[in-house]
């Protein structure tokens, strides 16, 4: 299976700072059609996951912009350019490129 | 309005089994994969398999495969989990998801999850 390392484990933030979240996978996620499947979700407290971004830098309908990907290979980023209130939660990233699709362990992100 | 209800809270016995359900509504139901993600108690996701409605046609993570069933029926629009004989580690908070059209840009719609509790 490919393997999802995120980090860091724990995010503290500053209100209207920006944070940045890690996701390294074992092996490289082109799949054979050219794409790159690496997706992020959130997870607020007591919610189901949302999906925010796939193929590594797409937003989903409704996404703040202040949410971006970018990344290649193995070495993928999400960054937040200014946390709100409502941003904190758990984020994951997933891999969609070898099955079985795999997440990270997860990124918890609270406001300092 | 895509939309994705699932059972509500489960509690069984070690040995016994179980039937979750997905009722998938708002888009052609068998034209999209849909998918079960297990949520052990403060653990993350972990994708346990797929299935095409379309076919009813599944594909299992090794890690869930022989544990559990997946299963379809597109006349009632509706995927579903079922596990033959539980364990106390299937304790989880499961949910059924729908893949995009793409189906490795991962799962666009979730269900609100079904907690299941296995104790004797």
């Known amino acids: 299976d490919v393997v999802m390392t995120q980090s860091p484990l724990s995010l503290p933030v500053t209100l209207g700072q920006p944070a940045s979240i890690s996701c390294r996978s074992s092996?490289?996620?082109?799949?054979?059609?050219?794409?790159?499947?690496l997706s992020w979700f959130q997870q607020r407290p007591g919610q189901s996951p949302r999906r925010l971004l796939y193929?590594?830098?797409n937003r989903d309908s409704g996404v703040p912009d202040r949410f971006s990907g970018s990344g290649s290979g193995t070495d993928f980023t999400l960054k937040i350019s200014t946390v709100q209130a409502e941003d904190v939660g758990v984020y994951y990233c997933?891999?969609?490129?070898?099955?079985?699709?795999?997440f990270g362990q997860g990124t918890k992100v609270e406001i300092k | 309005e895509v939309q994705l209800v699932q059972t509500g809270v489960e509690v069984k016995k070690p040995g016994e089994s179980l039937n979750i359900s997905c009722k998938s509504s708002?888009?052609?139901?068998?034209?999209?994969?849909i998918g079960w993600v297990r949520q052990a108690p403060g653990k993350g996701l972990e994708c346990m398999g797929i299935?095409?409605?379309?076919?009813?046609?599944?594909r299992y993570s090794p890690s869930f495969e022989g544990q559990v069933t997946i299963s379809s029926d597109k006349s009632i629009t509706t995927a579903y989990l079922q596990w033959n004989s539980l364990k106390a580690s299937d304790s989880a908070m499961y949910y059924c998801?729908?893949?995009?059209?793409?189906?490795?840009?991962?799962?666009?719609?979730w269900g609100q999850g079904t907690l299941v509790t296995v104790s004797s």
């Open positions: 092996q490289g996620l082109v799949y054979s059609d050219g794409n790159t499947y």
């Open positions: 708002g888009y052609s139901f068998s034209n999209y994969w």
């Open positions: 997933m891999q969609g490129s070898q099955w079985p699709w795999t």
């Open positions: 193929r590594v830098s």
């Open positions: 299935i095409y409605p379309g076919d009813s046609d599944p």
């Open positions: 998801a729908r893949l995009s059209a793409a189906p490795g840009e991962g799962f666009d719609y």
